[in-house]
């Protein structure tokens, strides 16, 4: 079955420092994998979205994820963080074909950011 | 004004009584769905419907009940709420194909 982990539950980094946050995944095909934030009383939005092709896809808000097959990994990074980046992030996956339409969600990493 | 809005926002009911969240979208979606947040759980997917005549149970459907009033509107029922219900409520659309879904602002559900 399809599962999703983040090991992180809460990260806390200075404002300007470098942030990666952790997800692996277990599926057997090609996955689709996503990277979601929620702020305080928002929806989900998306951040970045990793289909085929390059491996390190770029999003919105200076973020980047790299996917690494060997790992099945795909780890979000961004070189500095401001203190708006505060929220929760959720990595999910989908099967290859997006025929299904389901997302499995990994159980969310909460980021804090010191001053 | 939002693709996908939810109503209510907040809700406080007692046990025992029905409830209904809706959603609503504009962004021309045959697909909806609804997922419950819990800390630590992350979302967890109860239903989920690819047109109107297309209604599938996900992860959790027990206790909930959903309707499909047309391609924009998907409604989420709670026939008799229990504590364990109190969650927080999101519903989403997607495209066919995109894999990615696009998420509501949330229904925040507290069942005494």
């Known amino acids: 079955a399809q599962s999703v982990t983040q090991p992180d539950i809460h990260i806390t980094v200075s404002e300007g420092a470098s942030l990666e946050l952790r997800c692996n995944y277990s599926?057997?095909?090609?996955?689709?994998l996503f990277w979601y934030v929620q702020s305080p009383g928002q929806g989900l939005q998306l951040l970045l979205k990793y289909f085929s092709g390059d491996t390190l896809v770029q999003g919105i808000k200076g973020f980047e994820a790299e996917f690494k097959r060997s790992q099945s990994s795909f780890n979000l990074r961004k070189p500095s963080v401001h203190w708006s980046d505060a929220a929760e992030y959720f990595c999910?996956?989908?099967?290859?074909?997006?025929?299904?339409?389901?997302?499995?969600f990994g159980q969310g990493t909460t980021l804090q950011v010191k001053p | 004004d939002a693709d996908v809005t939810q109503t209510p926002r907040n809700r406080i009911t007692k046990t025992g009584k029905r409830i209904m969240l809706e959603c609503s979208q504009t962004k021309g979606h045959d697909r909806m769905y609804w997922y419950r947040q819990d800390p630590g759980l992350g979302l967890r997917l109860i239903y989920y419907s690819f047109d109107v005549k297309d209604i599938n149970k996900g992860e959790i459907s027990d206790g909930y009940s959903v309707s499909r009033q047309a391609q924009a509107k998907f409604s989420l029922s709670l026939e008799s709420a229990i504590p364990n219900q109190t969650a927080l409520y999101f519903c989403?659309?997607?495209?066919?194909?995109?894999?990615?879904?696009?998420f509501g602002p949330g229904t925040r559900l507290t069942v005494t």
């Open positions: 989403a659309t997607s495209d066919p194909g995109q894999g990615e879904q696009y």
């Open positions: 999910a996956v989908a099967d290859g074909s997006g025929n299904t339409g389901k997302l499995i």
């Open positions: 599926y057997g095909a090609t996955p689709y």
